[in-house]
């Protein structure tokens, strides 16, 4: 190609080169002199420059021949001005490499799962009833009469008790799946060691005690010995053989992968008992129709749709007997796609948009720092352009130019924002994904190398930041005043206030969005320190909970019971321990009932929470009463018709009236229209502090107690200590081992534990960490942005300071001028940024513990800050303008 | 010397492309010949820019209704001369036709009376 073009210059060279040469011939022919005749010619002829390049545009691959020229002359400026390049290369990737790596996170949702042909699997869900999941009968019916289903996949999750029992060695809680034989062939996985269990592995209801460990739970627990498979593992007491390990992609159905497989038929024998039916029986697993416990999901058939599958299900499941203990009104079936399961959920979708937006502001201030830079820059070669332009270029080809260097630019960045993603997404990831949702990184199997989706994801942004910093600065560069430009350059001076608007604007915008980012993440981060700051109504400090599990161990209710009994008196009579109540950790809820009272009708109110308590429970967590006394241990038994209200509740319920000897009752309406009556009419004995139990930071506008004893397989204390409980937590355990070995037992945790723990506490900490991260980075880009304009408007004001001070100006006013310059751009960011910063902070709402939205503290902390680091950033300019010569500035134009 | 061009009319968008091509029927032709024809041709009415002519010259050729070909020319030296190929007199047919229709309706248009 190169040789042709050389050769069709040469060739267009040789044509004009004749015409002038004819030209002159017919004029001297003419009579002219030979010097008159080459002039007129020529003058004739035009600017054979413009020809030879029109004329070029001619040949079709021109555009392309240009995009050549345009690069090598775009990374030719690059390479000549190091510096500038690399802060711009460096600020861009900053820019893309955040957004990129976050979209890295969110990308892990969007890639398919990795088992086989993922698009074809549906997952059932079980609506309408009263069970969400299915019964073995509805399962086999359902496999055996749907047609345009196949492969179905019955799962059932579980925590199972691992390890010695016997010893005092501490037995371990794992997590188990039952699934069927197929589960791993049908899903695409491959075994690690050993083999999968056979069909007939999973014929006999509790006969093969063989189980499959996952490849993270080989790791972890046996250090990936290769001679697990044979070995022997006691599961719930009972002896189970190791016949594979799966391959460390195996996850299954989930989302993380469990620590073993169990065959479905080995559920009857695992001695787990659901807590209604704990009376020492346990329910039949494969036989009765009303014990429901199984996930389901299948393959569609090729072929079939997903409505007809939905029309067959409903038909299977509406012909199935109902007996006569559910009485359910209309079961339906949900068939919802598996894959892109997560996208679905609104949640997901809230925090994705939330996140890629706050990081998209990041962006938006890096590239408006850029055009910033390149605005500076064109100023600097504005006699350049202008010189191009003089000479014929023209707008759009000089147009091309710059905005190929920006688009060369933005590439440079785009590729080191995405390796600076990659790198960092290996190291932020697990942590991000520990932190937002508590997994496990190593369980999910997770592939965090770019796919096509992120490079086109960071392609875009580079694209699009390209032309967003590089586009302004182009049209501005290019329109110019050409006359003003060759006859001097100084005379450009309208231009020149233009443009330095212009930069002042893009710094305003800076700050502006700035604030956008800024203003939630004070909020979150107030919210979060008052709502831990103040008090919650109950004294938090010195208090433990220790839950533990009986249902492995074998016993009945009244053994349970007995059992309960005698760890409360062991852990009271341990020394550190000040208070022990039994704790029922499920708060429920139910619609408060004013009976009518001399006439009056009944009040009803909305349904509101209320706990189930014994009588030293509210002794222990700390809970003063205001009013009346505490329940006995009598009323506890018998669970009497009595109740405590808390403060607000008596204040609404009764305002201005004394709340003690009134009567209420709790009911709720059940799912299949039933009444259930919760508390029957009960007396007020005592009303409680407000006490934040429920949520961190929300009193609830209606709370109260009711009396009752626990009888519960499942078992909880709430443990009160003389001093720091954490040294408490082992000898706790111990305890309840000791008492009996064969017990699930949580490790336990103090209450400030639970609270940092707690959902809405840490959804607000990791946002208000995310979005102080970002707000950091866009307030150091702002920063540099501030300095950039303010350096750029002291160097170009230097002959005006300097005749200021000629003039007899101190330095301190010089300084001045320039600081009040940096306020007025900060003053005029923040009043444009409010109202976005009140918007954002107004969908965060719901984050912020109890905060209001438009808190005076995080507000004017976030402009305070601001501020100040306007005033950093101003500082070296001011400087600068003090120490200008009036001599030197004065000869200088 | 600029009184020279004050007669002179600017050619049509498009009407270039028409009058290369009627020039090039005669036989091949160079550049500066192409020019001095149509200028002649027209009673010195119409000047051609050479900053249209050779654009359009190379335009054409690229469409393949012209040819270039390097002859030697009277004066002895190596000149580009361009011939019409078979496409080309189609198209310069094709436009004349166009052109004959244009004038006759701007006629009809400017000299109502005629055209009645």
Redesign the interface.
Known sequence: MKFWRQRKDE??E???R??L???I??RIERGESPDEARANALRE???VG??KE??R????WASLERLGQDLRFGLRMLFKQPGFTLIAVSTLALGIGVNTALFTGFNLLLRPKPIKDPETVVKLERRGGQYGSFSYAEYIALRDQAQSLSVWLPIYGDLFLMGETTTGVAPEVIEGTFVSEHYLSALGGRMQLGRFFSTEENRVAGRDAVIVLSHSFWQRRFAGNPDIVGQSLLLNGKSFTVIGVTNPTFIGLAMEMPDLWVPLMMRSAMLSANTEDFNGTHPDWFGKPEVHWLGLHARLQPGRSFAEAQTELQAVISQLPRTTKTQESKVTIELTPYSGQELRRESVRNTLALVLGASGLVLLIACSNLANMLLARTAARQKELGVRLALGASRLRVLRQLLTESLLLACLGGIAGVLLAWWSSEIILPWGFAKWDGRDFARMAMNTTPDWRVFSFAFLLTLLSGFAFGLIPALRATNLNLIAFIKDESAAFGGRFARSRLRNGLVVTQIALCLMLLIPAGLLLRGLSKALATDPGYAVKNLLVMEYSLEQSGYDQARAEMFHQQLQERLRSLPGVARVSRLNSNVKAATIVLPSERGATEQRFEPAPYRRVTAEYLATIGVPLVLGRDFTEEEARLSAPVVIVSETTARRLWPNENPLGKTLRAEQRLRNGDLKIDVPTAMVIGVARDAQTQRVGEIPPLYFYAPSEEKHPEGAFLIRTTGEPARLKEQLVKEALALEPVLRVYTPYSMEEAIARSRAVSETRSLSELTMGLGALALVLAALGIYGVLAFSVAQRSHEIGIRMALGAQTSSVQMLVVKQAMTLVMLGIAIGLPGAIAVAHVLRSLLLGLSATDPIAYSGVALLLLIVALIAAWVPARRAAHVDPMIALRHQ | MKREYENRIDLLQGTLDLLILQTLQWGPRHGYVISQAIRAGSGEALNVDTGSLYPALHRLERKKWIKAEWTVSEYNQKVKSYRLTAAGKKQLAAERSNWERLTAAMAGILNPTEGA
């Open positions: 060739e267009l040789a044509e004009i004749n015409h040469d004819e030209a011939r017919d002829f035009g600017n413009l020809v029109v004329t545009t001619m040949w079709g």
